[in-house]
């Protein structure tokens, strides 16, 4: 298995509160990539970070900001969480952007706003 | 992006082979075929992918049409920790400044039922 770590695997907070949810790779992969889960969506790209403090927007990006200082630790932090932001949240990795690469996932992050 | 089709559900029984179908009409010619799974309460795990001959590994084989306008995902003996949610997507290199990130992009999936 690749050694993808999220933290918190479970966290309840508060509206209004910041959030950082922490994913910790132990691959030397460049690429990392942040995804919620809700039902009846699917997974959809919250950011994703093509090296060290290279990042951009994925396509549901509002109300995130992501950092990656080193090339292990891609943070994701919600600013100020709402409820629409309950969600289960998934890292991934990637050795390259190309597209026979395969990418590898994280056990997922269950954050309950209240 | 190219958009995949998948049915929404499928249902095996164990020990039988399981065909998962995909379409994919709109592809083009650069991008590959992956498939990965999600077993309940866990990430997506990476199945197989291709681009144009069919792939075979320890997990599945990957059946591309000529046209490859279709794909589908063999089990050859469907268990029944193979029950999961089966995506079929087609990876998209999107460009940031340059800079390829290989999108995955996820739709819905076929739900698989394995029955013992």
């Known amino acids: 298995d690749a050694g993808i770590t999220q933290s918190p695997r479970h966290k309840v907070t508060e509206t209004g509160t910041p959030v950082t949810l922490r994913c910790h790779q132990t691959?030397?992969?460049?690429?990392m990539y942040w995804y919620r889960q809700d039902p009846g969506h699917g997974l959809r790209l919250i950011h994703y970070s093509y090296g060290v403090k290279d990042t951009d927007k994925g396509e549901v990006s509002d109300g995130y900001s992501v950092s990656r200082s080193k090339t292990e630790d891609f943070l994701l932090t919600l600013e100020s969480a709402t409820s629409s932001q309950t969600s289960v949240y998934f890292c991934a990795i990637s050795e390259s952007g190309r597209m026979n690469t395969e990418a590898f996932f994280g056990q997922g992050t269950r954050l309950t706003v209240v | 992006d190219a958009k995949t089709t998948q049915p929404n559900s499928m249902e095996s029984n164990e020990e039988e082979p399981v065909h998962l179908p995909c379409n994919h009409s709109t592809i083009s010619g650069t991008d590959y075929i992956h498939w990965y799974r999600q077993l309940p309460s866990q990430g997506p795990e990476y199945v197989i992918h291709?681009?144009?001959s069919n792939v075979n590994n320890r997990m599945a084989s990957l059946a591309i049409a000529e046209d490859r306008k279709s794909s589908t995902l063999i089990l050859h003996r469907a268990t029944l920790r193979d029950a999961a949610v089966y995506y079929c997507i087609l990876r998209d290199v999107g460009n940031a400044g340059g800079t390829s990130y290989g999108k995955l992009t996820f739709g819905q999936g076929t739900i698989l039922t394995v029955h013992p």
């Open positions: 691959e030397n992969h460049r690429y």
């Open positions: 291709g681009l144009t």
